[in-house]
């Protein structure tokens, strides 16, 4: 068994049980099926009493709470365990010492309370999305879908085919301007101004009978690849578009038309970043939840006026108690907020000080989305405080053990580090 906090879910079995409950819940299995088959795939290796079963008592508690399918007995054994101790004396038996002890009593009880106040509403079961296929369109394809501003034109600019454990994604530009039916064939595209500049996924892209091909544009063969050429930091993180922004409004793209993009005429400088507060990015969507919409009472130096701290220290308290789906939807929209949106070096220091607190969260995709965040923040914030050694400490432990996706992702930030700090690094 293997275990890193007092919390009841910081232990490998605790997760594995649950996270094989939620699975199979969401294939749609009855929670009454899920829950024997797991308690008698664990009582042919264990005794009914064995320490070892805590954990999985436990995760089995709190799944039934989550699906409003609650098992008398698991409560039963649950409230004995606690009661009598036996999980404190487990944990002694580790190694644990006293602080660590009235811990885990602490968090046990807080547990046991939180199963005693049923959900309003079963958890929803999320089944594996109906994949689809990109549609069979050519770089310059020029197509025309109905918006609620009037006839949109997009143009398909590239097909990006990433690394084998990354879906193919369609490079498209939309122009700003919608347009009436009849203006549709006598409008030069290569003259309107361009809207959004975005790759979509399949299951994110104009379902096919939404859209109608109008003409051809020409665009240059890699046309992606010369706009971002490799090494260009962060492309594959933010410009990964929703089938929301079809229907948006947009700001003209730093008045960029699309024959100067076509003909490599950009304004000198051009970036993404220069463009993301103007032009819609799935990575560059404002996250509301933790910042304050009043005026700032300082610009530069004072207290902490960007983040909403209580709302933020009543989501932290939440670690090891009640980490829930909800809960880390909260978590990654904070993390990615304090990444970006410090304005002064107080605000960047206390930032910068909950991040490498959540980097040590057991969880490894909360530790890669502290680990993008401190990207961004050196990328956003020049003057933010970062240490190089703590930093590059966290990078190595997540490469260690990340799997294939998460170090090409890890790569991405050390990338950033390296171009926005200097930083240089030496893979374990």
């Given at each position: 068994?293997?275990?890193?906090?007092?919390?009841?879910?910081?232990?490998?079995e605790?997760?594995?049980?649950?996270?094989?409950?939620?699975?199979s819940?969401?294939?749609?299995?009855?929670?009454?099926?899920?829950?024997?088959?797991?308690?008698?795939?664990?009582?042919?290796?264990?005794?009914?009493?064995?320490?070892?079963?805590?954990?999985?008592?436990?995760?089995l508690?709190?799944?039934?709470?989550?699906?409003?399918?609650?098992?008398?007995?698991?409560?039963?054994?649950?409230?004995?365990?606690?009661?009598?101790?036996?999980?404190?004396?487990?944990?002694?038996?580790?190694?644990?010492?006293?602080?660590?002890?009235?811990?885990?009593?602490?968090?046990?009880?807080?547990?046991w309370?939180?199963?005693?106040?049923?959900?309003?509403?079963?958890?929803?079961?999320?089944?594996?999305?109906?994949?689809?296929?990109?549609?069979?369109l050519?770089?310059?394809?020029?197509?025309?879908?109905?918006?609620?501003?009037?006839?949109?034109?997009?143009?398909?600019?590239?097909?990006?085919g990433?690394?084998?454990?990354?879906?193919?994604?369609?490079?498209?530009?939309?122009?700003?301007?919608?347009?009436?039916?009849?203006e549709?064939?006598?409008?030069?595209?290569?003259?309107?101004?361009?809207?959004?500049?975005?790759?979509?996924?399949?299951?994110?892209?104009?379902?096919?009978?939404?859209?109608?091909?109008?003409?051809?544009?020409?665009?240059?063969?890699?046309?992606?690849?010369?706009?971002?050429?490799?090494?260009?930091n962060?492309?594959?993180?933010?410009?990964?578009?929703?089938?929301?922004?079809?229907?948006?409004?947009?700001?003209?793209?730093?008045e960029?038309?699309?024959?100067?993009?076509?003909?490599?005429?950009?304004?000198?400088?051009?970036?993404?970043?220069?463009?993301?507060?103007?032009?819609?990015?799935?990575?560059?969507?404002?996250?509301?939840?933790?910042?304050?919409?009043?005026?700032?009472?300082?610009k530069?130096?004072?207290?902490?006026?960007?983040?909403?701290?209580?709302?933020?220290?009543?989501?932290?308290?939440?670690?090891?108690?009640?980490?829930?789906?909800?809960?880390?939807?909260?978590?990654?929209?904070?993390?990615?907020?304090?990444?970006?949106?410090?304005?002064?070096?107080?605000?960047?220091?206390?930032?910068?000080?909950?991040?490498?607190?959540?980097?040590?969260?057991?969880?490894?995709?909360?530790?890669?989305?502290?680990?993008?965040?401190?990207?961004l923040?050196?990328?956003?914030?020049?003057?933010?405080?970062?240490?190089?050694?703590?930093i590059?400490?966290?990078?190595?432990?997540?490469?260690?053990?990340?799997?294939p996706?998460?170090?090409?992702?890890?790569?991405?930030?050390?990338?950033?580090?390296?171009?926005?700090r200097?930083?240089?690094?030496?893979?374990?």
């Amino acid at each position: 068994m293997g275990c890193w906090g007092m919390g009841l879910n910081q232990s490998d079995e605790y997760c594995e049980v649950y996270e094989n409950f939620m699975e199979s819940y969401d294939e749609g299995r009855a929670v009454a099926e899920i829950r024997e088959e797991i308690l008698s795939k664990h009582l042919k290796e264990f005794d009914k009493d064995d320490p070892i079963l805590h954990d999985v008592y436990f995760a089995l508690a709190k799944a039934g709470w989550m699906c409003c399918d609650q098992s008398s007995e698991i409560l039963e054994r649950l409230k004995a365990i606690i009661e009598s101790g036996a999980n404190l004396d487990f944990y002694r038996e580790l190694g644990a010492d006293d602080r660590d002890l009235a811990l885990r009593q602490k968090k046990l009880r807080a547990f046991w309370d939180s199963l005693q106040t049923p959900r309003a509403k079963p958890r929803k079961r999320h089944p594996a999305p109906r994949e689809r296929e990109l549609p069979d369109l050519d770089a310059g394809d020029m197509l025309a879908y109905k918006a609620p501003q009037g006839q949109r034109i997009l143009i398909v600019l590239d097909r990006i085919g990433w690394p084998a454990f990354f879906e193919d994604q369609l490079f498209c530009c939309v122009l700003k301007r919608a347009f009436v039916r009849q203006e549709l064939s006598t409008m030069d595209p290569l003259r309107e101004k361009i809207g959004l500049i975005s790759s979509f996924y399949a299951r994110e892209f104009l379902a096919p009978s939404s859209y109608r091909r109008i003409g051809t544009v020409s665009v240059p063969e890699g046309f992606y690849a010369k706009l971002y050429p490799p090494g260009w930091n962060g492309q594959m993180l933010l410009l990964e578009g929703s089938k929301k922004d079809f229907q948006k409004e947009f700001a003209p793209l730093e008045e960029l038309e699309l024959g100067q993009l076509l003909a490599g005429k950009a304004p000198e400088g051009l970036s993404l970043y220069s463009r993301a507060s103007k032009v819609t990015f799935r990575g560059s969507r404002v996250v509301q939840d933790y910042i304050k919409t009043e005026p700032r009472e300082k610009k530069d130096t004072g207290p902490v006026n960007s983040f909403e701290t209580e709302k933020i220290d009543r989501l932290l308290a939440r670690i090891g108690v009640d980490e829930d789906e909800s809960f880390y939807q909260d978590l990654d929209k904070l993390i990615y907020s304090l990444g970006r949106d410090a304005k002064n070096q107080v605000e960047l220091r206390y930032a910068y000080g909950l991040l490498m607190e959540l980097s040590q969260h057991p969880k490894s995709s909360v530790r890669m989305a502290v680990l993008r965040a401190l990207g961004l923040m050196a990328r956003l914030h020049e003057k933010a405080p970062l240490s190089e050694k703590e930093i590059k400490d966290r990078i190595y432990a997540q490469w260690r053990q990340g799997d294939p996706v998460e170090r090409t992702l890890l790569k991405i930030i050390m990338e950033d580090l390296r171009q926005s700090r200097g930083w240089q690094f030496v893979l374990p």
